[in-house]
Structures are given as structure tokens and as C-alpha cells.
């Protein structure tokens, strides 16, 4: 197991080349965060010590963390693999944003993270209750969403400013301590083809929400990337000179292979992950790790591996290990 060095993070992000090949997840999953820690599956607890032990363990310079239990209540959807945008609509009218029980974030208990006892070498990286349109989404539904913008554009900008508001105080309350290195907002943004919701609602609406938060991190001293899926090409420019992003993940082959995403961005913003889950599912270690070196041979500066966009249930273990021997060199 090699020791964790963060500043090899920092690098990756300050688009400059890493003392060595870096890693970058945004989550594993139970199992497998069970096999890396070394103990079994109904031990492990997700504590902020057991998700360093599983992320140092698997060769990561920092651990994901939340900061609290902090969310907003939903209706429960109905889930099965996926579920519906338009299931567990909380928020239909001014009288259900008015009923709303609206969370406060001062009211949760953000100990666990200021009092880890994080390895020498590693950071935190703090990641937010989803993010602004996501939980936007979940609380009116998609097309109440796309309808309530023509309908009742005060409400839709009441909703945002509650949610954004509530996860720009989330973040306050979390990344204010030692441990902490890094900020992540996720929100997934897009389909395969465009944003959920026009560009220029998105810049109404979403885009003031995250530059808050952006100039939060680096206000605090660390810096921020963005997670979000889908097709941003349209957006790109705003992630990158208007938000001010250090950092994006998520990327699919079908919208953009990671490879040409680094050819075309690399100097502006630092390139995460990538290794489309698609590929890493059905290919063979061996495919997967020969692309992966490749990668490292192209994403010498401002480059970290990883997935496109996580490691759910159903990657091969031996696939997932494949992508990290081409970093680990095990």
C-alpha cells in the first residue's frame, strides 16, 4: 500500500504534472469498499475513519466524505435499478413551497469530519446531499420543473434560492476545518445530448448557485471540482470562466471520450477520471488497463484516472482493479 501524498491532488488540479500517477473516484461501492478496508461487507460502516481506511487501502490521496447527514426530504420514490424524475413530487405550488419542511444546515452535527482521524498524507474531500438542479429535480419533478419556469417563474427562482442558499451553508459548515482538502459539487446537468434544461435557464437559475460555492472553497483555500453527467458542451465555457471549476468529472464515450475531452480542455481545467463505465464493465483487464496507461501517456499534466463517473455493484472487482494497476503498477 503506498502512502498518500494530497499534494499530488493539489498538482492535478493546478493543471501541473503529479510526483506520480494519481487517482481519482468519486465513490466505490459496499463490497468493495469492504474488500479495500480488509474487513467483511456487514462491517463496514461508512464512517469518516473506515472511508479513509478503504480509500488509502485502494491507493487514493484523499477520502470522500459528507459533511453531515444534511439533505432535503422527498416523497419516497418509487426505485427499483433507476426511478422516475417525475416520482415524489414534494413541491407542486406556493402553498407546497410554503408547507415545505425546509432543512436548516446549522441544525446537523458536523463533528465527524472536524474530529477524524484522517492518515498522514490525506485530505478529505467533502461532497454535497446531491446538488442544486438535481435536488431542485427531486423536490418539484422534471416536467413540473419545465412547466413551473413558464408558469411561475418567481417560484422556480424561490425553490433554487432555498436549496442553493441551504447547500452554500451546507459547504460552509463542512469544509472549514484541517481535514478538509477539497470540495466537490455534484450535480448532474445533462443527458447524452444536452443540459436538462435550456443553457440559458441553467445560467438563470443553477450557475449563480455554484459559483457561490466555488468561491467558497477557495475563499476556505482548497479547491472545487464539479461532478456532473450528461452533455455540457454548451456549458463548458461557463464551468470553467464563469464558475471557476479547478476540475470536472464524469465523462461518457458515447458523449465524449475522456481522451479527447483532455485534448480539448486540458488547458483550462483539470481532467478527472474518465475511463467510461461501459468500457470497464464489459472489456477485460487487459483492455482496461492498456487504455488506462495510454491515458497517462496523454494526460501527463492535469490528469487523474479513474472512472467516468463511480464504481456501482456491478463492475468486475478484477475490471475495477485493472484501471488502479496502471496507477498502482501492482
Known amino acids: 500500500m503506498r502512502k498518500p501524498d494530497f499534494n499530488n491532488i493539489l498538482k492535478v488540479l493546478r493543471r501541473e504534472a503529479p510526483d506520480r500517477p494519481t487517482l481519482f473516484e468519486f465513490f466505490l461501492n459496499h463490497n468493495l469498499y469492504a474488500r479495500v478496508a480488509g474487513c467483511a461487507p456487514e462491517k463496514f460502516d461508512y464512517?469518516?475513519?473506515s472511508m479513509c481506511r478503504a480509500f488509502n487501502a485502494a491507493g487514493y490521496d484523499y477520502a470522500t466524505v459528507s459533511g453531515s447527514a444534511f439533505g432535503f426530504p422527498a416523497l419516497e420514490k418509487k426505485r427499483n435499478q433507476t426511478y422516475s424524475l417525475n416520482d415524489g413530487v414534494s413541491i407542486a405550488c406556493r402553498a407546497d413551497f410554503d408547507a415545505y419542511p425546509w432543512p436548516d444546515p446549522d441544525t446537523f452535527d458536523y463533528s465527524a469530519v472536524r474530529e477524524a482521524d484522517v492518515p498522514e498524507g490525506m485530505k478529505l474531500m467533502v461532497n454535497g446531499p446531491c446538488g442544486v438542479l438535481e435536488n431542485v429535480i427531486s423536490l418539484v419533478g422534471y416536467d413540473n420543473l419545465?412547466?413551473?419556469i413558464f408558469d411561475d417563474e418567481q417560484l422556480v427562482y424561490d425553490v433554487f434560492e432555498q436549496v442553493g442558499s441551504s447547500l452554500l451553508c451546507y459547504y460552509e459548515l463542512s469544509i472549514k476545518n484541517k481535514n478538509v482538502g477539497l470540495l466537490m459539487s455534484n450535480d448532474d446537468w445533462g443527458f447524452n445530448t444536452q443540459t436538462m434544461i435550456s443553457p440559458r435557464d441553467m445560467a438563470r437559475f443553477v450557475f449563480p448557485w455554484h459559483k457561490k460555492i466555488v468561491a467558497l472553497a477557495h475563499d476556505t483555500g482548497i479547491p472545487a471540482v464539479l461532478h456532473s453527467c450528461g452533455n455540457l458542451r454548451e456549458v463548458m465555457d461557463a464551468v470553467i470562466d464563469d464558475m471557476k471549476f479547478d476540475g470536472k468529472h464524469s465523462y461518457e464515450d458515447i458523449i465524449q471520450p475522456v481522451e479527447d475531452a483532455y485534448r480539448e480542455y486540458?488547458?483550462?481545467i483539470a481532467i478527472l477520471g474518465g475511463?467510461?463505465?461501459?468500457?470497464i464493465t464489459t472489456s477485460t483487464p487487459e483492455e482496461i488497463t492498456t487504455r488506462c496507461k495510454k491515458m497517462f501517456e496523454i494526460g501527463q499534466k492535469g490528469y487523474a484516472l479513474g472512472t467516468g463517473n463511480?464504481?456501482?455493484?456491478?463492475?468486475?472487482?478484477?475490471?475495477?482493479?485493472a484501471m488502479t494497476r496502471a496507477a498502482l503498477g501492482e
Open 275 to 279: 475511463i467510461d463505465l461501459g468500457f
Open 146 to 148: 419545465a412547466l413551473m
Open 310 to 321: 463511480s464504481v456501482p455493484d456491478y463492475v468486475p472487482h478484477e475490471n475495477y482493479f
Open 47 to 49: 464512517s469518516v475513519e
Open 266 to 268: 486540458n488547458d483550462r
